[in-house]
């Protein structure tokens, strides 16, 4: 069974910078694509970024140019860089790791994100 940890959420004052790791248990270079989708209260999941294995990424308009995401084969590791975070990016964080393959989806458990003064 896959599981995905994050860690490294927390709160941030607007104008700071995060860093959220999601560590995979397995081996991440199976899955096609990892991702990061955030949920905010009230709101819809909504993808902020992407990764696909060959490492081409997807970036929602509102985080380009701020957020970047990586991963690291070795490590079994993904990461989202957030820089220059502003209230409106408050929300829970989800991993999300896709094997097309075997057509598996898998999720973390959520990371709380809040920016405030």
């Known amino acids: 069974q896959v599981q995905l940890v994050e860690s490294g959420g927390g709160l941030v004052q607007p104008g700071g910078s995060l860093r959220l790791s999601c560590a995979v248990s397995g081996s991440i270079f199976s899955m096609s694509v990892m991702g990061w989708y955030r949920q905010a209260p009230g709101k819809q999941r909504e993808l902020v970024a992407r990764i696909l294995s060959g490492g081409v990424t997807n970036l929602a308009s509102s985080v380009k140019g701020r957020f970047t995401i990586a991963r690291d084969n070795a490590k079994n590791t993904a990461y989202l860089q957030m820089n220059s975070l502003k209230p409106e990016d408050t929300a829970v964080y989800y991993c999300?790791?896709?094997?097309?393959?075997?057509?598996?989806?898998?999720w973390g458990q959520g990371t709380q994100v809040t920016v405030s003064s």
């Open positions: 999300n790791a896709r094997r097309y393959s075997v057509n598996a989806d898998y």
